[in-house]
Structures are given as structure tokens and as C-alpha cells.
Nanobody, 126 residues
Framework: QVQLVESGGGLVQAGGSLRLSCAAS????????WGWFRQGPGKEREFVAR????????DYADSVKARFTISRDNAKNTAYLQMNSLKPEDTAVYYC???????????????????WGQGTQVTVSS
């Protein structure tokens, strides 16, 4: 049984930082691409970042570039999202997701991800 468990969310002031973790079990972590998505209040879920199975390639949404960093630790079966310089518009539920096959044209598509976590709330106050 595959399980993805996010943690690290919370309430932070604008300009602050948080690090989200996604602990995975029930799958071969190193074989998967990992992504982070988010859903803000009244909004659709959107792509945030992804890291390739090898860890050698990353992509980010324009809204988070230079502020967020995605990483992975295969030894710990955990993916991370380091979020710096947080803004109120970053307020959302953040989800991690796993995919077996991604390309430069598909990494931002939810339907390409097979497994999802339950989400963790991030609230940024102004």
C-alpha cells in the first residue's frame, strides 16, 4: 500500500520560511519523479515544483522560482520543498505526488502523477 505523508506546514509571517516534507512508503522511492502542487482558497490545484527520478532535473512554477527549492533524499524516502520569502498568496494546501513517467511537456500535469498525499496547510500572514 502506497502512502505519501506531508508534514511541515503551518502559519508563518510574510517573508518567512517553511520546509515541507513528503515521506513515502510502499513504493520504490528512487524510481519516481516527485512533484509538489498546491490549492489555494477558491482556486484550482496548481503545479509548484518537480524533481526528476535521478534528482538531476528540477522545474518550478514561475510564481515560486528563486524562492522555493525542491529536493529529495532517496535514503530517507522523502521529498522536500524548501519555501523562502513566503508571500500571502502562497497560502494553500500543499500536496506531494509521485509519477513514474514525466517529460518536459507533462511534468506540470496532475494526471501524470499516480500517487498523492493528503496535503498540508500553509498559511502566510501579511
Amino acid at each position: 500500500q502506497v502512502q505519501l505523508v506531508e508534514s511541515g506546514g503551518g502559519l508563518v509571517q510574510a517573508g518567512g520560511s517553511l520546509r515541507l516534507s513528503c515521506a513515502a512508503s510502499g513504493l520504490t522511492f528512487s524510481s519516481y519523479h516527485w512533484g509538489w502542487f498546491r490549492q489555494g482558497p477558491g482556486k484550482e490545484r496548481e503545479f509548484v515544483a518537480r524533481i526528476s527520478a535521478s534528482g538531476g532535473s528540477t522545474d518550478y512554477a514561475d510564481s515560486v522560482k528563486a524562492r522555493f527549492t525542491i529536493s529529495r533524499d532517496n535514503a530517507k524516502n522523502t521529498a522536500y520543498l524548501q519555501m523562502n520569502s513566503l508571500k500571502p498568496e502562497d497560502t494553500a494546501v500543499y500536496y506531494c505526488a509521485a509519477a513514474t513517467l514525466l517529460s518536459s511537456n507533462t511534468y506540470y500535469l496532475e494526471k501524470r502523477y499516480s500517487y498523492w498525499g493528503q496535503g498540508t496547510q500553509v498559511t502566510v500572514s501579511s
